[in-house]
């Protein structure tokens, strides 16, 4: 069973405790419809999630055992069982991910497939279940890199999910600020000035975003359902 499929229950209480905490407090983060849409494109994108995953693995294995001889001359032997070969391995999966978000805001045909993420008129815990299930399973190109630095399939798949997971709490309006996080990891908080585009795991790509002019106010929320490449914050 995977990291994600585990995780589902955790997704689960987050979303009532933070309904019941918005019905208590009157905070209208959540709207019924809404928030049914977010969890049925979750559902959908989980079930079609199996062929993208199958997809990328079908091709990336064949390429990892091809290159199997360079990786024992260069002396590449990574393991899962190892607590920092799979901190690296994250680093490295959410670096790919950095650039396939970021593309996927800016080329239209990898915008067709992330736009459902952006569609919910909330921004709330569900929002972050909101994932792609259509357009054309082409992401995996974008971690064909890790097979330079001979990155195991059972280590991709495992950094992938717990940069999937990480990302589901940066989707709540109400987590207070801890400034010394956002030295180092994305939080809810720099979410909210940092364009979806620019949006990962690690502060990197924070850091990226600032210097790049990418970086926008609290009022990027505002506009969640559109394409970055077409804000005023993305063409600074």
Request: proline share 5%; glycine share 6%; hydrophobic share 45%.
């Amino acid at each position: 069973m995977s990291l994600v499929t585990l995780a589902i229950p955790f997704f689960l209480i987050s979303v009532l405790v933070e309904l019941a905490l918005d019905r208590w407090r009157g905070w209208g983060l959540y709207r019924l419809n809404d928030a049914i849409g977010s969890l049925s494109a979750g559902v959908l994108s989980r079930i079609t999630g199996l062929v993208r995953t199958g997809l990328l693995l079908v091709i990336y294995i064949p390429l990892y055992q091809l290159l199997q001889p360079y990786y024992e001359t260069v002396g590449f032997n990574w393991s899962l069982d190892n607590g920092w070969h799979l901190l690296l391995a994250v680093v490295a999966y959410d670096f790919c991910y950095y650039w396939k978000h970021r593309i996927a805001h800016e080329i239209n045909i990898f915008w067709a497939d992330h736009l459902v993420h952006h569609q919910s008129e909330d921004y709330n815990l569900t929002t972050a279940l909101r994932q792609p299930s259509g357009g054309l399973p082409i992401g995996w190109i974008f971690y064909m890199p890790l097979l330079l630095i001979g990155l195991p399939a059972e280590l991709l798949i495992t950094a992938g999910a717990i940069d999937l997971i990480y990302q589901f709490w940066v989707h709540t309006q109400k987590f207070p600020k801890v400034r010394w996080m956002e030295w180092i990891f994305v939080t809810p908080q720099t979410t909210a000035y940092t364009t979806p585009r620019t949006r990962s795991m690690w502060t990197a790509t924070t850091a990226v975003s600032l210097s790049s002019g990418t970086a926008c106010s609290a009022a990027t929320r505002k506009n969640w359902k559109t394409s970055p490449a077409s804000t005023a914050c993305a063409s600074r």
